[in-house]
């Protein structure tokens, strides 16, 4: 509910009230409504008259009372005007049988001044209604057209008398037209005219001297001249300099105290001045203490519009809040399935295992870059520093474990001397790893001891692509000791190297590609002629296989997974692990293949059954 | 090899492998304590291996030590890394971690030097010329290769490379009340390239299925013979 404060006391009042119910203060201010004036005498409220109409066209001074009065003092408004109104007025009084419907135009809404007179002289109704009422009245009269103003004099006559019958002052009135109208056809109309309004006016001034206060008269009565005011106190006008009377105004008394016209038919209702007509109104509506008026914040958007920005909406919301994982059965098909496919790897892995069957075919040819490769390090001769890079996860180990433990095993055939470095962290303890490993399947005796030195494990290189150019550009100074702590280059065979490519041969062992590149662009535009080998995951090779196919050739050979693996084994007829896990591989890709195949062929059954089914909803 | 074969250190071992493999594996009926808990195993371990490996083979070697045996002037020289590397703790407080943007600036910029110089002329260049040297009929007749199929082979391996780096071209110009869309050769250009990709990813994922079938049989291989062992000693 809207609650007003009182712009004076601030307190609140009901939004109904006028006043202030504490100070009695104006809440709603004063506006001016003029469908809300009261109508002039005689005149029927509900139906607009011709002259009225024309108040507008006639001049401002001629509006009302005291324009009359002005006009008959300054006599300055043309007489031609005062005949076109008149003349129109007595036209539409032509025009109307007035004596046959006499009482729908007297049902006017409110009482009359000839009818509160009574009341007043037997003291029957209260002093501020009486003085509402009277100023009331008394602002009707400046908004009175001339007509009325006509009218008004024989009207105002009968003020004293109580009416019986309503329609006899009309009747009076048409007779009193009438009288003009012979007075106007005897050529003295103006004059009759002029008398009729100044008797109008000193009737008007003479009502108006018993209500209105003298001062109100003053501002009414218009300018008046200095002098004169200064003669009537006795004083003699005063000399003004030049420059000082430059800036009087140069207005008169009713420019200045003026009442704006908006203010002027009103009555104060409330305070000290209640019942006063014309009182400035000492609030500013700006005051008043309402709610400020809520101007609609919403855009004016389509229905698709609201229905996407609702959406997004939703979906920031949603960005804060956490989303309850949904309760899954214990069972379900995903599920299901994939334990399925688990156990079919699993047990075709393991039937080779427990059938303790080895499967002797092997593949026949060795690919190009394991053939290079065996070539290459069937090159190698007894106490050639090789390198070996070992950069692969502990993760990848059963795989490159697999791989680089038949390449070890064939350089240490060739009882190459292993230098082993690593750009991973883990990449020390792999190799320390993969030696014993290499060990226990080739039977070799690879160790480093105080006493003999077959390799070297350099540890590991930090800085990434930046310490490996620094390790291939000066590998002593890069890593200057190995993993143990013990100086790493006074070994008679460490001694001859003092770049990458005093290596005779250079082995990087990865699953990551980044790593396998970050040898070839740092390293391997340093080698010039010292080969390199790659032994890499299968998930790899084929982003290093373009390094070999190269023309000339960035890498020189290339051991890939297990497949690699068995085809190098092949080469120089050996087997390592590989070639035990070469069974259980072969099934375990042949499982592979098989669900491949049967699950692709349930997934195209699938589709050419929904296919079928929307044929079918098609159809129908 | 039997039970009795084996050392404590190995049947401890074994043991654990065995222990943890069947925990990675308890991952089947879906996520569970067991796996969890080795999850959590594996990364401690391998981040106190790390910062082992770390100050023994950098920290002490590299730049303790060599301040510590310094005198002189040698101990200005020595000094310096270690004063860099201490500078770099500023960046651990805001209010002084301007003291450590050069030295990360210098690290930064040497990595990105060896990283972008390495790419160019270790990759790009010698790619882009194995491609032209495809259709090298010297080199092809020097490596006494069938020149018809070489030539076939290269000419497979250059819309190859063309049609993928299409596929990856999505410049196009815009036209006034026209669809915006590729021009039609070179959309055509771009699906030629999408089956080369397609084969490629399919490669790729065949190699991952094996790396990973490798890595299952070694570790069932593993528990084979642990149990193998276990069984045999008794």
């Not at chain 1, 076109?84 to 009359?112: C, H, K, M, Y």
């Not at chain 1, 309760?327 to 688990?342: E, I, N, P, Y």
């Not at chain 1, 000066?474 to 460490?494: F, Y």
């Not at chain 2, 910062?51 to 030590?65: E, M, S, T, Y």
Request: proline share 7%; hydrophobic share 45%.
């Amino acid at each position: 509910m809207e609650i007003v404060s009182c712009p004076f006391c601030g307190k609140e009042n009901p939004p109904e009230s006028e006043t202030c119910q504490y100070c009695q203060a104006r809440l709603i201010p004063l506006k001016i409504n003029p469908a809300s004036q009261p109508d002039s005498i005689g005149q029927p409220p509900e139906e607009e008259s011709p002259a009225k109409s024309n108040k507008d066209q006639v001049p401002e001074s001629q509006d009302g009372l005291q324009a009359a009065g002005e006009m008959n003092r300054s006599e300055a408004a043309p007489v031609s005007d005062a005949s076109d109104w008149l003349s129109g007025f007595r036209n539409q009084i032509n025009t109307q049988d007035l004596s046959s419907q006499p009482v729908a135009q007297d049902d006017g809404p409110r009482p009359e001044i000839r009818d509160i007179h009574p009341d007043i002289e037997s003291g029957t109704m209260q002093n501020d209604s009486i003085r509402s009422l009277l100023f009331t009245d008394a602002g009707q009269k400046e908004e009175q057209p001339p007509e009325n103003s006509v009218i008004g004099p024989q009207d105002v006559e009968r003020t004293g008398d109580t009416a019986a019958d309503d329609l006899a002052w009309l009747r009076e009135l048409q007779s009193q037209y009438q009288q003009v109208e012979s007075l106007s056809s005897a050529g003295s109309k103006k004059d009759e005219d002029w008398s009729a309004a100044n008797e109008l006016s000193q009737d008007s001034q003479k009502r108006e001297d018993d209500v209105v206060p003298s001062w109100v008269d003053e501002i009414y009565a218009g300018p008046r001249d200095e002098k004169e005011a200064e003669s009537d106190l006795g004083l003699s006008p005063a000399e003004l300099p030049a420059w000082l009377d430059a800036t009087r105004h140069s207005g008169t008394h009713q420019d200045i105290f003026s009442i704006p016209s908006d203010y002027g038919g009103q009555v104060e209702i409330a305070g000290p001045l209640a019942g006063l007509p014309g009182i400035l109104p000492a609030e500013p509506e700006i005051a008043l203490g309402r709610k400020a008026a809520a101007y609609p914040a919403q855009l004016q958007v389509t229905e698709t519009n609201r229905v996407q920005a609702e959406i997004f909406d939703q979906v920031l919301q949603s960005e804060g809040q956490n989303q309850p994982i949904p309760d899954r059965g214990l069972v379900t098909s995903q599920k299901v399935m994939r334990m399925a496919f688990a156990i079919i790897i699993i047990f075709a892995i393991l039937v080779p295992v427990f059938s303790l069957q080895t499967l002797e075919r092997y593949p026949p040819i060795a690919p190009v870059a394991v053939l290079t490769a065996s070539q290459i390090i069937s090159s190698i001769g007894n106490e050639s520093p090789v390198l070996v890079a070992v950069e692969y996860e502990p993760g990848f180990s059963g795989e490159l474990d697999a791989a680089l433990a038949a390449v070890l095993d064939h350089l240490m055939i060739q009882e190459a001397f292993l230098v082993f470095i690593s750009s991973n962290p883990t990449g020390p303890l792999q190799a320390e790893h993969i030696v014993t490993v290499s060990n226990q399947v080739g039977s070799h005796q690879y160790v480093n001891t105080e006493g003999q030195i077959e390799y070297i494990n350099l540890g590991f290189i930090p800085g990434g692509p930046a310490g490996l150019r620094n390790f291939a550009e000066n590998p002593r100074l890069s890593n200057p000791s190995d993993i143990s702590g013990e100086p790493a280059w006074q070994n008679p065979v460490m001694m001859t190297v003092d770049d990458i490519n005093d290596f005779s041969l250079v082995i990087v062992a990865s699953e990551n590609q980044d790593k396998s590149r970050a040898w070839i662009e740092q390293a391997g535009t340093l080698l010039a002629n010292t080969p390199l080998i790659y032994i890499v995951s299968a998930q790899s090779e084929p982003l290093i296989r373009p390094f070999f196919d190269a023309t000339p050739r960035q890498v020189q050979g290339i051991v890939s997974g297990v497949i690699g693996s068995v085809q190098y084994g092949t080469t120089i007829g050996r087997q390592g692990i590989a070639q035990l896990y070469w069974p259980s591989f072969n099934s375990g890709l042949l499982a592979a293949a098989i669900l491949i195949v049967i699950g692709g062929g349930a997934n195209a059954l699938l589709v050419l059954n929904a296919i079928k089914n929307g044929r079918k909803k098609g159809g129908n | 090899m039997s039970l009795f074969d084996l050392g404590v250190a190995d049947f401890i071992g074994g043991l654990l492998g065995f222990t943890l493999t069947l925990a990675v594996f308890s991952h089947f009926i879906g996520d569970n304590v067991a796996f969890r808990l080795v999850l959590h195993i594996f990364i401690g371990v391998s981040a106190g291996y790390i910062a082992v490996v770390v100050a023994n083979n950098i920290l002490w070697p590299k730049l303790l030590r060599p301040v510590l045996e310094a005198d002189g002037w040698e101990l200005l020289w020595a000094g310096l890394p270690l004063f860099f590397s201490l500078l770099l703790f500023a960046r651990l407080f805001p209010r002084y971690s301007i003291l450590g943007s050069p030295v990360l600036a210098f690290i930064v910029g040497v990595g990105a030097a060896a990283a972008i110089g390495g790419a160019v002329i270790g990759v790009i260049f010698p790619q882009a010329r194995a491609t032209i040297n495809l259709f090298d009929l010297d080199a092809i007749r020097q490596n006494q290769e069938n020149v018809n199929l070489a030539l076939v082979n290269g000419s497979i391996i250059l819309l190859g490379t063309i049609s993928s780096l299409a596929y990856f071209h999505f410049g196009v110009r815009k036209q006034a009340g026209a669809k915006t869309q590729r021009p039609d050769w070179m959309e055509w250009l771009a699906q030629v390239g999408q089956g080369f990709i397609v084969i490629a990813f399919g490669l790729i994922f065949a190699g991952i299925y094996a790396a990973a079938l490798a890595a299952l049989i070694e570790r069932l291989s593993s528990i084979t013979r642990f149990i193998y062992s276990l069984i045999a000693g008794f």
